[in-house]
């Protein structure tokens, strides 16, 4: 076997190992090398100002939300990738077998030409005891010759093919690793601020924590009451699609189900997870992250939104929520907590974003 050979067959086996460890369940990556520890750490008590305690848990799980979204955009880029690599180690072993088949032909062809002692088409007129037989086949002689070329050139073809798909797989594989090293750094931060929110909220008494829940219904419902009060509801009077209340219905029924980083059902979701199995189960799939739902829909205007459109929140797209009609949305918050009702106006609106435009 020659060392062309052995190349892109050891590429070839070396690919689909790695896609059986990439489908093996519970694969365990090597977390990247050390992540820089947040800056913030669970400040206050003692004084316990439960307004700065909630400000302080507020941007704790914003923090978490920005990370679970790059977190989420690693592991759908790593599934992309899996996936091509999967792709490109079949092709390799279907190319490979093309080359074998391809050998074998030349193989044979070498042979004929062995037994007919390798001489020219003009040697073998000359030495022939039937020339008219001769011409008469030369014909598929020179057929022949064509076939070899054909062939030749066939077997080029099939070893750049197995090289491009050598070579798109190696650069795939690299793809790979910087996104599980994303992911891995991303889950390590979602774990550290919520570990500093709870650590936070472990140094309340009970008292202390009803107290903060009221706060923090207290700051929703004022930036609710803000947003009607200028009068936008009104103005939004647009009526679902029909893939908009089949997105509605399934939102609807997940309601009281737990926020889980990551989570995309069905049994827990994340703030993006909703939404996008939402739009998945109204037969109109979406992208996974908050942040891509709002650079890739098409944006509409807050008082032309319908039932079944994704509101944006936070300058940074790190939050999304998916609009239900009345001035009222149904999302997953943060961690902690279920999949609820809210008001649409209750955090800062980036934008509304229409899956269905």
Known sequence: MGTGKRGLLTAALTVVCAVTVLAAPGTAFAAPGPTPTPTASPAPPPGKDLEKVRERLDRLYHDAAVATDAYNAAEEATKQQSARIAELAKKIVEGRQRLERLRDQAGAAARA??????????ARFLLSDDPQAFLDGTGTVLNGQRA????IAEMT???????????????????????RKAKAAAKKRIKQQIAAAEQLESQLEEKEKERLAEL??????????????????????GKASAQGRKAVRFATEQLG????????????????GLTSQAWTH????????????WKQLRHVDVKDMRPGDL?????DASHVAMYVGDGTIIHAPR????????GAGSMPILGVVRPDA
Not at 148 to 151: A, E, G, I, R
Not at 221 to 236: P, S, V
Not at 257 to 272: I, N, Q, R
Request: net charge positive; charged share 25%.
């Open 157 to 179: 073809r099939a070893q750049k093919d197995l090289k491009a798909y050598a070579d798109d797989a190696s650069a795939r594989w690299k793809k790979l690793e910087t996104n």
């Open 335 to 342: 961690p902690g907590r279920t999949v609820t009702i809210a």
């Open 148 to 151: 070899t070329k054909k062939l």
């Open 257 to 272: 189900k737990p926020y889980v980083w990551g989570a995309e059902g069905p049994d827990s979701f994340d703030c993006s």
């Open 311 to 315: 509101i944006i929140y936070f300058d």
């Open 113 to 122: 030409q062995y037994r007919t002692g390798g001489l020219p088409p003009t």
């Open 216 to 237: 923090e219904q207290d700051a929703a419902h004022k930036a609710q009451t803000a947003w009607l009060d200028t009068g936008i509801l009104k103005e939004i009077g």
């Open 282 to 293: 109204a037969g109109h799939p979406v992208p996974r992250t908050s942040q891509e739902q």
